[in-house]
C-alpha cells in the first residue's frame, strides 16, 4: 500500500468519525430538549401534550407534511440519496458526487434541488453541511 492510499483511507475514517460524532451529539441534544420539555409539563394537562420519543427524534424531525418523496431518478431525489449515503457534504462536494455518478444535471439544477429539498425538510443544513432530516 502506498502513502497516498494511506493518506486517503485515513482521511476518510477521520471524516466518519467526525460524522458519527456530530450525530452522537445531535442525538444529545435532542434527548436533554426533551428531558427540559417533560420537566416543564403540568402533571394536570400531560395528556395533552406529547413528547417525542429520543431513540425517534432525530429521524422524525422535519419529515416533510406529505412525505411525498421525489421521483425517483430526478435531480432531487439524487440529492437526497447522495445527502443519505454521505451526511455532512457541503453542496460543492454534492455536485460534484452527482458528477461522478454520471448524473447529468447542469450545476444550476443542482444547487435548486438542493435547496428545494431542504425547503421540503428531506435534508438539513448543519454549518454549511448537509444531514439527512
Known amino acids: 500500500m502506498n502513502?497516498?492510499?494511506?493518506?486517503?483511507?485515513?482521511?476518510?475514517?477521520?471524516?466518519?468519525?467526525?460524522?458519527?460524532?456530530?450525530?452522537?451529539?445531535?442525538?444529545?441534544?435532542?434527548?436533554?430538549?426533551?428531558?427540559?420539555?417533560?420537566d416543564l409539563v403540568d402533571p394536570n394537562t400531560a395528556d395533552d401534550i406529547e413528547?417525542?420519543?429520543?431513540?425517534?427524534?432525530?429521524t422524525t424531525i422535519g419529515r416533510p407534511q406529505n412525505g411525498k418523496m421525489p421521483k425517483q431518478g430526478s435531480t432531487p431525489w439524487e440529492v437526497i440519496q447522495v445527502?443519505?449515503?454521505?451526511?455532512?457534504?457541503?453542496?460543492?462536494?454534492?455536485?460534484?458526487a452527482?458528477?461522478?455518478?454520471?448524473?447529468?444535471?447542469?450545476?444550476?439544477?443542482?444547487?435548486t434541488s438542493i435547496f428545494r429539498v431542504k425547503n421540503r425538510r428531506f435534508i438539513v443544513a448543519r454549518h454549511n453541511k448537509w444531514y439527512p432530516a
Do not use: C, F
Open 98 to 111: 452527482l458528477k461522478e455518478n454520471s448524473h447529468a444535471a447542469p450545476e444550476g439544477s443542482i444547487r
Open 83 to 96: 445527502v443519505k449515503r454521505h451526511p455532512g457534504m457541503s453542496t460543492v462536494q454534492i455536485i460534484e
Open 51 to 58: 413528547i417525542r420519543n429520543t431513540k425517534e427524534a432525530p
Open 3 to 38: 502513502t497516498q492510499n494511506i493518506d486517503s483511507l485515513l482521511a476518510e475514517a477521520a471524516e466518519r468519525i467526525k460524522r458519527e460524532a456530530y450525530a452522537a451529539g445531535w442525538r444529545d441534544a435532542i434527548a436533554a430538549i426533551n428531558k427540559a420539555a417533560s
